[in-house]
């Protein structure tokens, strides 16, 4: 099953879709019995989660009024590994992407964020990675150790025209201080400008909703 798209947009004529493919066996993951059993990357990512992967479909197009687009069954959909020349992150899933809402369906869209493993003995997502889909690489992270991370959303500073000048919006976990913490991380370098404690645990939540104003 698909677990994400990630800014679907049309692009010389064809839709690219960035994707980050799950299994059947995803949501099983956050059961504490099976968190708590082995390294999460080591055993248990093939049969969850797959690499992320990009997909591109051609546009079928009407020639003159009256005509019919191509059936679905005739359409050829190509999908490869999204960051397949990125060694850091070539067999590991990302999950929960955002991006800038003002870049919505653009082609010029260059950046989009995601939490992942740091490594294969991460028991759980424990950074946020900032992905280039132009290049196709990974630019930079955030990642702190013993904080685990949930789904970052994207802030835009307001009369930006940046993609990427704004605020990523996350809550942390600091399992050495056992608090969770309410955080701001600036996306360009993705460096932490502020964390403020809870005080309290916050249970793992997958998604956050940011809505811009009048939307």
């Not at 990630?6 to 099976?34: K, W």
């Not at 789904?151 to 009369?159: K, L």
């Not at 809870?198 to 811009?212: E, K, N």
Request: glycine share 4%; proline share 8%.
């Amino acid at each position: 099953m698909n677990n994400h798209f990630v800014n679907p947009h049309e692009e010389n004529g064809q839709l690219v879709i960035d994707c980050a493919p799950a299994t059947s066996h995803y949501l099983d993951n956050y059961f504490s019995h099976n968190l708590a059993n082995v390294s999460w990357m080591h055993t248990r990512s093939p049969s969850i989660m797959f690499r992320s992967t990009r997909c591109v479909a051609p546009i079928p197009r009407s020639d003159s009024p009256g005509s019919t687009h191509e059936p679905l069954v005739n359409r050829t959909i190509r999908c490869e590994p999204l960051l397949a020349s990125d060694p850091r992150v070539a067999d590991i899933g990302l999950d929960f992407p955002t991006f800038n809402p003002l870049f919505k369906y653009k082609a010029a869209s260059k950046w989009w964020y995601a939490t992942a493993p740091a490594t294969e003995h991460s028991m759980w997502f424990d950074t946020v990675v900032k992905v280039d889909s132009k290049r196709r690489r990974i630019a930079a992270v955030f990642h702190e150790d013993g904080v685990y991370v949930t789904e970052a959303n994207f802030i835009p500073r307001p009369g930006s025209a940046d993609e990427d000048d704004g605020l990523l919006f996350t809550v942390l976990y600091n399992s050495s201080a056992d608090v969770s913490l309410a955080a701001l991380i600036e996306p360009k370098a993705m460096r932490l400008v502020e964390a403020v404690s809870l005080g309290a645990v916050i249970p793992y939540h997958s998604h956050g909703v940011m809505c811009l104003p009048n939307s």
